[in-house]
């Protein structure tokens, strides 16, 4: 069954559409990610899942039911936002209890709810801490506990990590992971870092100015990208189009060729009839420390980008040069 499904949802502000059209299903269970650059919606299609935003025109249906005159509060969502307004003069323990005893829920069953939420992420040695004395990763496991402590059906999660430094946020990617398959709940999680979204999700939508332009599982997006703008999103790659295209398939189209896929070599290494090559002047060296990119501008000025993992062979590494006339190569499809 879907945990949340959009039919045609649109919202717009001072006319301009902000989600535009939207039709999308999740299905209970799955840790689902919207991933586009800033500006494309995302966080508008999780505020009208909140029921913080009310969409002009479409249904959203949350397990089945219409929402359309669901107050937020009544939805069975919760929302963990990146800026996790903590009290601080209450202790993490109040600090998770607090929605609950909002709600009505009596002390003692408030306490034992609240403590099991700050087990479950791994606080439960800190309770009586203020927000204060708690690193930026432990704040954020707070606010995951707040949102956990109502037991929701669907957590949404708005760029939960994007304060954390880039080692904590890799541990947070796991931690999540893992919370998310024990919980069993659908995660509903909006982030503008395709590594993020590719390495947690079950599935993503990819969006762009509003629309979705493509729902797909993590694997699927990085070697079947449907558009220009995913392949260029998800990963980068290689666009060749026109003459270019032509000379290599044969064919008119478009193709794109992911910078890893593809190896340099000397140019006067010959051709693989099992491959495909370009040859250019080599622009530029880029160390990253697990890869090392290569430029090459191509005849007509294209750039194309190949990443290796290891240093190139030393007969290579050795007599490279900037302005060097190098061959790219990658496997035919
Ligand atoms: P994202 O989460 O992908 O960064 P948003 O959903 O926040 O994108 O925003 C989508 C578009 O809607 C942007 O152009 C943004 O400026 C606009 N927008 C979002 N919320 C409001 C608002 N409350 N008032 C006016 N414009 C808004």
Known sequence: SSAVSLENVTRRFNGVPAVDGLTLDIPDGEFFSLLGPSGSGKSTC????????????GVIRLHGTDTASLPPYQRDVNTVFQDYALFPHMSLLDNVAYGLMVKGVGRAERMVRAR????????????????????????QRVALARALVNEPRILLLDEPLGALDLKLREQMQGELKTLQRELGITFIFVTHDQGEALSMSDRVAVFDQGRIEQVDTPRRLYFQPRS?????FVGSANVIGGELARELTGENGVFAVRPEFARISVSDRPARSDELSVTGELSNILFQG??????????GGTRFSVSETHPVRSSIQEGIALGQRLTASWPRT
Do not use: M, W
């Open 46 to 57: 999780l505020r009208l899942i909140a029921g913080f935003e009310q969409p002009d025109s």
């Open 116 to 139: 099991a939420a700050l087990a479950r992420v791994e606080l439960r040695d800190v309770l009586n801490r203020k927000p204060a004395h708690l690193s930026g990763g432990q704040r």
């Open 228 to 232: 220009r703008f995913v392949a260029n």
């Open 290 to 299: 697990a890869i090392t990119r290569y430029e090459l501008v191509l005849a």
